[in-house]
Nanobody, 126 residues
Framework: QVQLVESGGGLVQPGGSLSLSCTVS????????MGWYRQAPGKQRELVAS????????????KYGGDVKGRFTISRDNMKNALYLQVDSLKPEDTGVYYC???????????????WGQGTQVTVSA
C-alpha cells in the first residue's frame, strides 16, 4: 500500500520561509509525476507545483500554479523517494493544508493512479 507522509508545515510570519518534505513508501513500480497541492479554508484544492519523474524527454519538467512561481521551488530525491517544496516570501493567502501527491503504477500491469498524503498545515500570519 502506498503511503505519502508530509512534514515541515507550521506557523510563519509573512515574508517567512518553510521547507516541506514528503516521503513516499517503497515498492512502487514507477512514479510518473510528483506534486504539491494546497487547500485553503472554504476553497477548492489547487495545484501548487509538480515535477515529472517518468519518461525520458520531459523528466524533471516542473509546473507551478497560481502566483507561487518565483517564490516556491519543487525538487525531488529519487534515491530517497522524497519530494520537497521550498516556500519563500510567504503571504497570508498561502495559508492552507499542503498535500503531497503522486501519479504512479504499483505494478507493471496496473493503471496509473493518484495517491495522496494526509497533508501538512501551513499558516502565514503576523
Amino acid at each position: 500500500q502506498v503511503q505519502l507522509v508530509e512534514s515541515g508545515g507550521g506557523l510563519v510570519q509573512p515574508g517567512g520561509s518553510l521547507s516541506l518534505s514528503c516521503t513516499v513508501s517503497e515498492g512502487i513500480f514507477n512514479i510518473y509525476v510528483m506534486g504539491w497541492y494546497r487547500q485553503a479554508p472554504g476553497k477548492q484544492r489547487e495545484l501548487v507545483a509538480s515535477i515529472k519523474t517518468g519518461g525520458f524527454s520531459n523528466r524533471g519538467e516542473t509546473k507551478y500554479g497560481g502566483d507561487v512561481k518565483g517564490r516556491f521551488t519543487i525538487s525531488r530525491d529519487n534515491m530517497k523517494n522524497a519530494l520537497y517544496l521550498q516556500v519563500d516570501s510567504l503571504k497570508p493567502e498561502d495559508t492552507g493544508v499542503y498535500y503531497c501527491t503522486i501519479v504512479a503504477k504499483m505494478i507493471c500491469d496496473s493503471p496509473r493512479e493518484d495517491y495522496w498524503g494526509q497533508g501538512t498545515q501551513v499558516t502565514v500570519s503576523a
